[in-house]
Nanobody, 127 residues
Framework: QVQVVESGGGLVQAGGSLRLSCAAS????????LGWFRQAPGKEREFVAA????????YYAGSVKGRFTISRDNAKNTVYLQMNSLKPEDTAVYYC????????????????????WGQGTQVTVSS
């Protein structure tokens, strides 16, 4: 069993930055692929970014590529999402998710591709 807890959300002006953190329990953290999703009011949960078990490969949604960076520190059981040049349309609840397969595959672009989820952290970008 893996528990996932997000932090770092908040209110920021457009053009600003935030860094989200996701701490996960469990000795097998380093074996998991990890992803970030977001869900805005009235919309479906959408893929934002993902990283494989070693951190050697990352994946991004087109809407955030070049602005967001996902990284992980397996020694700290933590994955990060650095968000720069934030836009009002980035406003959403951001969720961290873990997938026990470790190696990123096409299913990791969708919520069903993950085994464990955090409770989410709110990010609000004002214009």
């Amino acid at each position: 069993q893996v528990q996932v807890v997000e932090s770092g959300g908040g209110l920021v002006q457009a053009g600003g930055s935030l860094r989200l953190s996701c701490a996960a329990s469990g000795r097998t953290f380093s074996r998991y692929a990890l992803g970030w999703f977001r869900q805005a009011p009235g919309k479906e949960r959408e893929f934002v970014a993902a990283i494989n078990w070693s951190g050697s490969t990352t994946y991004y949604a087109g809407s955030v590529k070049g602005r967001f960076t996902i990284s992980r520190d397996n020694a700290k059981n933590t994955v990060y999402l650095q968000m720069n040049s934030l836009k009002p349309e980035d406003t959403a609840v951001y969720y961290c998710a873990a997938d026990s397969t470790g190696h990123f595959y096409s299913g990791n672009y969708y919520p069903d591709g993950y085994d464990y989820w955090g409770q989410g952290t709110q990010v609000t970008v004002s214009s």
